[in-house]
């Protein structure tokens, strides 16, 4: 019980010291990232990768004739730089001739050929040795020999043709092989130009001098020893001899320059910068209306990659695709035809509704009154009133045609008809009352057979004779 209540209350305490060691170390491991390094002009390194950790490598090689000048690993290191410097791409300079052994007998010339398995090899003797002259005298950087395996040991001195002879030591190799390989040597004394490389084996017994090929890296005064130490944020450089150019990583652009150069082995230049591309506020040419361009995420800046989505306001709808738009390496967005639209109100279509029923009541009205007043009118017509006279049994015309003063009523025998139905007053209507003389309608029959000066013949008329209309008359007038 007591190792329990003991332990107990440190438990946590242990926990949350392993937390902030944990956290602390992934705050400053991660932290310590490295941004690209330099490359070669000529030349790349893998893996690429937008960012390394610590303890990261990267492996670095040249295109074809072209020979790298340096290590060829560097390492991340926790202080976010990289181990080491940015190797280089040299290609050799021309050798002026083939060369010249201290045996005649032998191919000197192997050793330039240009191919590894064509070689040179002395005598199994003391003193064996090697010139390669150069087309143009010149100060010697670096010079690289392919080697056959076995054990060597050799001199290498560089020297100028004057009189006397002056030679300066470049370096030595002494090494066993355990296979062909290239070997690159770096000359300490380079600041003098020389005509020739001398190589000299310097074994203390009797060996053989073997060299398959020799390529000889030489330098002008525009021309760099090491590569420039310049750290630039989200930028790196592409270095050669005389020169670096500025790249910017994805996302960013050179602010104003983009080269240093190298005069006499030190670099110099204005300051290398590189500033974040940025995408317009507005997406397109025209200023969106009735919505918003929201970014996707926690994003705060318009950077390369960010997305946007557009979102209309709720008396907007969207018109046109995608809705979606993408901010490109050249700070432009991705092209789109989407915009918002303003929806329609419905009072237009109600009030157009309500017109058109307006319009088509109007028209059933004044149908209706086109209608009704056709109808009276043709009911008015019906009122007309033709008066046929009937004449007596002798076929004769009653005296009551021209007189109607103290007719009989069997002369009075005139009978009324409908003039549209063509149907006489019904027997129990009562009589109309004596006919007027009929001046305001016709004033005289409309068959007048008899002579009016003769009074022995009676004036005759046909059965069912119409006098016409009396509508002006007062007895039309009366009958209403």
């Known amino acids: 019980m007591s190792l329990k209540y003991f332990f107990a209350p440190q438990t946590p305490l242990v926990i949350h010291l392993a937390r902030w060691i944990f956290f602390s170390y992934l705050y400053f491991y991660t932290s310590a990232a490295c941004q690209p390094p330099d490359s070669p002009e000529g030349g790349s390194y893998k893996p690429e990768q937008t960012r390394y950790l610590p303890g990261d490598k990267v492996a670095y090689s040249c295109k074809d004739r072209l020979t790298r000048i340096g290590k060829e690993i560097r390492i991340c290191q926790m202080t976010g730089k990289w181990s080491g410097s940015t190797p280089f791409c040299d290609s050799p300079t021309k050798i002026k001739n083939p060369g010249a052994s201290s045996d005649p007998n032998r191919e000197a010339a192997y050793a330039v050929d240009g ?89 203390s017994q009797a060996n053989i001098l073997a060299v398959c090929e020799m390529e000889v890296y030489v330098k002008d005064d525009a021309w760099c020893k090491n590569s420039p130490e310049l750290f630039i944020p989200n930028g790196l450089l592409e270095v050669s001899r005389n020169k670096a150019t500025l790249r910017c990583l994805e996302g960013f652009k050179a602010r104003d320059n983009t080269r240093v150069v190298c005069e006499k082995n030190s670099w110099s230049g204005p300051n290398l910068q590189c500033e974040e591309i940025l995408c ?100 008015k017509r019906a009122r007309e009133v033709v008066v046929i006279y009937k004449p007596g049994e002798d076929g004769y015309a009653p005296s009551s045609v021209t007189n109607t003063t103290g007719c009989s009523d069997s002369e009075y025998s005139t009978v009324y008809y409908d003039a549209m139905h063509n149907a006489p007053y019904p027997p129990t209507s009562s009589r109309p009352r004596p006919s007027p003389n009929l001046e305001m309608g016709y004033s ?37």
Not at 303 to 310: A, D, E, F, M, Y
């Open 280 to 379: 317009d506020a507005i997406v397109g040419n025209e200023t969106l209306v009735g919505g918003e361009w929201l970014i996707e995420g926690n994003a705060r800046k318009l950077s390369v990659g960010i997305k946007r989505k557009l979102i209309c306001r709720s008396n907007y709808h969207i018109e046109g695709k995608p809705q979606t738009v993408t901010c490109f390496k050249n700070g432009t967005w991705s092209r789109t035809s989407a915009t918002c639209v303003e929806n329609k109100s419905d009072k237009p279509d109600r009030l157009r509704i309500i017109a058109v029923a307006v319009g088509a009541v109007v028209i059933l009205v004044v149908i209706i009154l086109l209608g009704l007043t056709i109808y009276l009118i043709q009911k």
């Open 444 to 480: 005289k029959p409309v068959d007048d057979r008899g002579s009016p000066s003769s009074t022995l013949v009676p004036k005759k008329l046909p059965a069912d004779i119409a006098f016409g209309s009396l509508k002006s008359s007062a007895l039309y007038n009366s009958m209403k």
């Open 115 to 203: 191919s590894p398995t064509t070689c040179y090899k002395s005598k199994n003797t003391t003193g064996n040795n090697i010139k390669v002259y150069l087309d143009q005298p010149a100060a010697v950087n670096v010079i690289r020999i392919y080697l056959p395996k076995g054990k060597v040991k050799f001199d290498v001195d560089i020297s100028l043709k004057t009189f006397p002879t002056t030679s300066v030591p470049c370096t030595s190799y002494e090494r066993y092989l355990e296979e062909n390989q290239w070997v690159t040597l770096e000359c300490q004394n380079n600041e003098r130009p020389a005509d020739y490389v001398y190589i000299r084996d310097t074994s």
